[in-house]
């Protein structure tokens, strides 16, 4: 029935609707929740999880400012990092059983590597939520909960919702992300300029960001899948400048004390692929780290992830991408060409035609970067990312790039605004569908568009 279905969607609209403030004609609601199914039965949707878990304890808001984050979620375990004054803590992990958390793993004795405590949880049972807490040595003063789940299994299949922002550089306490936590989202990307560490202080600008209550709050209510882009180390650098190297591995190791990442099987480690189920696979790339040679990203990142495209059974590929691969050139012209996809030109080219030549469904790019959202074609008619989609997320802090509201559209933009946000994606298998909602500060949806891709 799915795949009837699907073929019915496929040979549809490439745009399935799209509203703005104001003029929302489909309640920013996902398609499954619709009731229109055409008949055929809903995509299966997430089970319903336990109410928040209490621990025993009394939350020490200076000792634990920094909360506890969660990252790389997988079928089977996840990444935890935290930041602590204690000496010595421990941490316990619970899993939802029924209306209810059981007690799954209990780990003491951790002591903290310059205040940082880094751990994997193995073993874990897919597609089921988790939640975690440190304790001080006491056992009495406790870090803030941190709810996240694990990702579905290998064949999994349901409605997949995730979040997604970038730039979070001015507006702190960044309320949309609060209102995102709210939301228990099955994971949530940090596309990048998640700190703005320009002047060289990595550890003090993620110590800042990670208190900050939006950051804070979204870390604390599911897992994170970041990548980074250039102020976790300088503003638009180049290997080419004196000095760098010593700050790219200091920001390196900032970014990865900071938010728990697994490595990927090259270059930097950045790169690489988490998937949930059939339903979709998430490439994080690194377009910063290896931006060398004259090359937007490294011959290595770029042979890999067009390997995991052609070889990906999931119904969605969503494409990681710090900054836009959309060719924005009647917006901004040459300016500041070379800091995206348009100033390598033949890299751009080889990946936008590897996914057009080889007719790779699914595929969605999401970027950040520009402070501005937007959803459009890659390209103009005509160009070879003409039938690609990119969705651009955030700012969730950084000052929004108004100029962009006198611009006139084009066809190949269906939506552009400048306010803060974040995006969720609800991502649909079944009916073959991404429905994208900005979420403003205030937690009422900006805009919303369903992408059949
Ligand atoms: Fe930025």
């Excluded at 403030?21 to 319903?48: F, H, N, Q, S, Y």
């Excluded at 495209?309 to 300016?335: C, E, H, M, Q, W």
Aim: glycine share 12%.
């Amino acid at each position: 029935m799915r795949i009837t279905r699907r073929r019915v969607l496929v040979g549809g609209a490439a745009l399935g609707a799209l509203s703005l403030v104001g003029g929302c004609d489909d309640g920013g609601k996902a398609p499954a929740d619709t009731g229109d199914t055409g008949g055929v039965p809903a995509t299966p949707v997430r089970a319903a999880e336990p109410d928040a878990w209490v621990p025993d304890g009394t939350e020490d808001t200076e000792a634990f400012a920094w909360g506890v984050q969660v990252g790389d979620a997988t079928p089977s375990g996840a990444l935890v990092s935290f930041r602590t004054t204690e000496a010595a803590v421990s941490v316990v992990l619970v899993a939802a059983d029924g209306d209810g958390w059981v007690e799954v793993d209990r780990v003491e004795g951790l002591t903290p590597d310059v205040e940082v405590v880094q751990l994997a949880f193995e073993g874990l049972a897919a597609d089921t939520a988790y939640s975690v807490v440190a304790y001080a040595a006491d056992g009495a003063r406790r870090s803030p909960v941190t709810r996240f789940r694990t990702a579905l299994p290998a064949d999994g299949y349901r409605v997949v919702t995730f979040g997604a922002t970038s730039c979070l550089r001015d507006n702190a306490p960044w309320p949309a992300l609060s209102h995102a936590a709210a939301e228990k989202l099955d994971f949530f990307c940090l596309l990048g300029d998640t700190v703005y560490a320009d002047a060289g202080d990595y550890e003090g600008s993620w110590v800042t960001a990670l208190s900050t209550a939006g950051l804070r709050d979204v870390t604390a209510s599911t897992s994170i899948l970041a990548t980074w882009d250039d102020h976790e180390v300088a503003n638009n650098y180049s290997f080419d400048e004196p000095g760098i190297e010593e700050k790219f591995v200091a920001g390196l190791a900032a970014f990865r004390r900071a938010l728990p990442q697994g490595r990927g099987p090259g270059g930097t480690g950045i790169w690489r692929k988490l998937a949930w189920g059939t339903v979709l696979e998430v490439f994080a790339l690194d377009c910063r780290g290896e931006r060398r040679d004259g090359n937007y990203i490294s011959p290595e990142q770029m042979a890999w992830l067009k390997a995991e495209l052609s070889a990906s059974t999931a119904r969605f590929k969503i494409l990681l991408n710090s900054v836009p691969i959309t060719d924005l050139s009647d917006i901004f012209g040459p300016a500041e060409l070379d800091d995206r996809w348009e100033g390598h030109p033949d890299q751009r080219a080889d990946i936008l035609g590897h996914i057009r030549d080889n007719a790779i469904p699914g595929v969605l790019w999401i970027s950040g970067d520009v402070h501005y959202a937007q959803i459009g074609r890659v390209d103009p008619a005509g160009g070879v990312g003409e039938d690609q989609w990119e969705v651009f997320v955030g700012p969730g802090g950084s000052t929004p790039n108004y100029l962009v509201e006198a611009y006139v559209g084009s066809e190949q933009y269906s939506m552009m605004f400048a306010k803060w946000n974040f995006a969720r994606f609800t991502c649909d298998p079944g009916l073959g569908t991404i429905h994208v909602a900005y979420v403003g500060d205030d937690g009422a949806e900006l805009a919303t568009m369903t992408l059949s891709v």
